[in-house]
């Protein structure tokens, strides 16, 4: 008989919504975001150097 291994590990597949309170938002933040083109958003956001998500002290004065 062998000795059980409990350093082993178990990878199942969790439903992740399955997780969430009826109530929770997390849902309808996803589907909201799903609809959504968010190609122009990652345009400025990562391809324009001068685009900045949060400007130095100054910068817009």
Known sequence: MQQPNRAQMEFRPVDLESLLPV???????????EQKDLLLMALALFLLPQTRIHPQPGALA
């Not at 109530?23 to 975001?33: C, S």
């Open 23 to 33: 109530d929770h938002t997390a849902p309808l933040v996803r589907g909201f975001v």
